[in-house]
Each structure stands twice: as C-alpha cells, then as structure tokens.
C-alpha cells in the first residue's frame, strides 16, 4: 500500500508518501510561525498551513501532541498521540474520532481534521479491487459498536452483511465468518435497549475483526 499526505488548502502544494514501515508525525512548529509539518524519520517537511490550533510534538511536560500515521502488518493506521483538539478521521462511511488514542484503519481515501481549521488528505493506493470497501465498513463497525446507538450499530451492520454477501467469495473461512456477522446482527436486531449491552457489543466485536482481518491478510 501507498499513501500520500497533504494538506486540504488550494495554497499547499506539499505532500508526504507513506510507502515503508517509517512513521510520519503530523504535529505545529511554533519556531515556523505556526506551521503545521509533516516528520518523517526527522526529515520535516512544510505542509503549507499555519493553524495555531494544532498541537505541538510534545508539550512543555514532554507529552505527546502528534497526529501519527504508521504501518503494521502492511497496513496503513492513524492515531491521536494525545493532541489538545478534537481529531475526526472522514471516510466514505462516516466520522470516526480518534481523540481517545485508539488507532482507526485507513484502507482508502480519506481526510483526518486535526486542530479547529486543517484537514489532512489521505489518498490511497490499493489493488484490491471491489472488496476494498468491506474491510474498511467491518473497521468502521468495530469502532462504533460500543459507543454509538444501536440503531446506528444495526445500520452499519446491516450494510456490511449486504456487502459481504454480494462478494464474490465462497471459502469455507469467508462463509464462517459470514456466519458470525449474520449472528452479531440477529444479537443486534434483537435488542431492545438504545445502548448494545456487553454480550452484543463483544458478539459484534469479535465478527468485524474477524470480517476486517479476512481481507486485509488475503
């Protein structure tokens, strides 16, 4: 997988490759007038945006303020290392916040908005055809399974089993692992609290990584 990171402003014409194991810190250089950088294995590139906004790489006690995008087991992930705003990941399927730290899969194109007014474009290449969609909707699932609604929880789900039934897919590991998405939404449909209780969220849970795994270890 490729990557590239750029800021969403007319003005910026810099951009930032993801294409090893080497992280890449997003994080504002006061020293630079408020520039909003890039830093990759100490190499600083200049995103061409100030915004006063976005966190410092580390704070005045040493803690960590970055945005970081880095690769593991080839694929490519965000998280927020502990900046001071809101960061919200945008995907084709909805928003994702990263503020509590957790890392959010990125397997297509999409935007991270950190501090109040940048917005970081991500743009993806990826040769995995129609299936794509699939391990991104199951990360999105998984995220929201324990903190949204369950009629939100039961939507996505519903869009993700509909997915993975049109694909084009017939081993014995897919079908089981169908199976347990079309039993984490029975578990879901039939819950008549707003909020999954604990036994449906970790139902939903273990489906989605297994969904989201399938295809991004294929």
Same mark, same amino acid.
């Given at each position: ?21 080497? /992280? ?9 007038? +408020? ?24 704070? $005045? ?19 927020? /290392? ?36 940048? /917005? ?31 009629? +939100? ?30 039993? /984490? ?8 609290? $707003? ?24």
């Amino acid at each position: 997988m490729r990557a590239t990171i750029r800021a969403a402003d007319p003005e910026s014409t810099a951009s930032l490759s993801v294409t090893d194991e080497s /992280a890449v810190r997003v994080y504002r250089v006061p020293e630079r007038g +408020e520039a909003v950088v890039a830093d990759k294995d100490g190499s600083v590139t200049s995103l061409g945006v100030h915004d006063i906004s976005v966190s410092r790489e580390f704070d $005045d006690d040493g803690e960590p303020g970055y945005i970081e995008f880095y690769k593991e087991d080839s694929q490519l992930y965000v998280r927020d /290392a502990g900046s001071s705003s809101e960061t919200v990941q945008q995907n084709a399927f909805g928003e994702i916040d990263l503020s509590d730290g957790d890392p959010s899969l990125i397997t297509g194109d999409c935007t991270v908005q950190i501090g109040y007014s940048t /917005a970081l474009e991500v743009e993806v290449e990826q040769a995995r055809g129609d299936d794509r969609p699939i391990p991104y909707k199951a990360d999105l699932v998984l995220k929201i399974c324990d903190v949204r609604s369950t009629n +939100e929880v039961k939507s996505e789900l519903r869009e993700l089993k509909a997915m993975m039934h049109e694909a084009s897919i017939s081993d014995e590991r897919y079908r089981n692992i169908l199976a347990d998405v079309e039993t /984490a939404f029975e578990n879901v449909e039939n819950t008549r609290s $707003d909020e999954l209780p604990t036994e449906a969220v970790q139902k939903v849970s273990s489906a989605t990584k297994r969904a989201r795994n399938y295809f991004l270890s294929s």
